[in-house]
């Protein structure tokens, strides 16, 4: 189908006409000169890698309608211009998709997205707000990891699953919330995020992984609502084990009549300060 690109003195406005459903993969790869791009209803598919390295690209512009739209692995990877981009119903996304989008300050994710893929929005570090789907079952290892200016995140409390590293370097978050029905919190899920303060953690996880928030040296509060304390994969810990100032400085609070439990367990008996 029909390719439109309009010129101006500013780069290249590209559209593509409606009719068009499958972009290739790396079709528009490394096109310096694209600063905007709109994308027919038609359209079914943009490959992966299709617009990787077009680091000029500051708008994307994608009808939206009631269809499927596959977003392939790596497809917008290091656009370090873009700022704007709206995701209609049906996104299919895939890994590494808004990697290194170093622009991009704001981002919804649509209503019928279940999963957020490795590398999700990895090394989005202008990234400050990300508005998270109400179905939303899993966020997958890296997803949003070094979001450098991500000041706050609301998970869903239907969420199930929180990977790897997910949310390492976010530096600028402050306090997280860990739903209730959160079974799976996986090793280094919150590390380095050293402006975090305060974290409740999900009452639902029996096991959590290793040191979730090893480098995290600004925690004042961490709740834990499980009478019963959770183990750590690996027979971890939640700091490192020579983090001693934090274990010191960070106040555990969980519930009553739970205390003593928590000051015999593996991990958790670091604690200096223990309360409810």
């Known amino acids: 189908m029909t390719v439109l690109v309009a010129l101006s003195g500013f780069g290249r406005h590209l559209e593509i006409a409606e009719g068009r459903r499958v972009l290739g993969k790396g079709e528009f790869r490394g096109d310096t000169t694209l600063t905007s791009i709109s994308l027919p209803l038609s359209l079914r598919e943009i ?47 895939s890994t590494g998709g808004f990697q290194d989008c170093v622009s991009l300050e704001y981002l919804v994710v649509p209503g019928s997205v279940r999963e957020l893929p490795r590398f999700f929005c990895s090394g989005c570090r202008s990234l400050r707000k990300v508005t998270l789907p109400s179905g939303l079952k899993s966020i997958h290892r890296l997803a949003f990891a070094y979001c450098e200016s991500l000041e706050s995140i609301s998970l869903p409390s239907g969420l199930r699953h929180i990977g790897m590293n997910a949310f390492s370097f976010c530096g600028s978050l402050r306090s997280v919330t860990v739903p209730a029905s959160v079974t799976e919190l996986e090793s280094y899920a919150f590390s380095e995020c050293v402006g975090l303060e305060e974290v409740t953690l999900s009452s639902g996880a029996r096991e959590i992984g290793e040191l979730i928030f090893s480098g995290c040296r600004s925690l004042k509060c961490i709740r834990v609502p499980r009478m019963v304390p959770p183990t750590f994969e690996c027979n971890s810990f939640i700091f490192e084990p020579d983090e001693k100032e934090m274990y010191d400085s960070c106040e555990l609070s969980v519930p009553a009549g739970s205390e003593a439990a928590y000051r015999k367990a593996h991990g958790w008996k670091l604690f200096v300060q223990i309360g409810h």
């Not at 009808?63 to 704007?84: M, P, Q, S, V």
Request: net charge positive; with cysteine; charged share 20%.
């Open 47 to 93: 490959g992966p890698y299709c617009f990787e390295g077009c680091v000029n690209l500051k708008t994307v512009s994608i009808a939206g309608g009631n269809r499927t739209l596959k977003i392939g692995e790596y497809a917008f990877y290091d656009c370090r211009g873009l700022k704007e981009i709206s995701l209609p119903q049906g996104t299919v996304l």
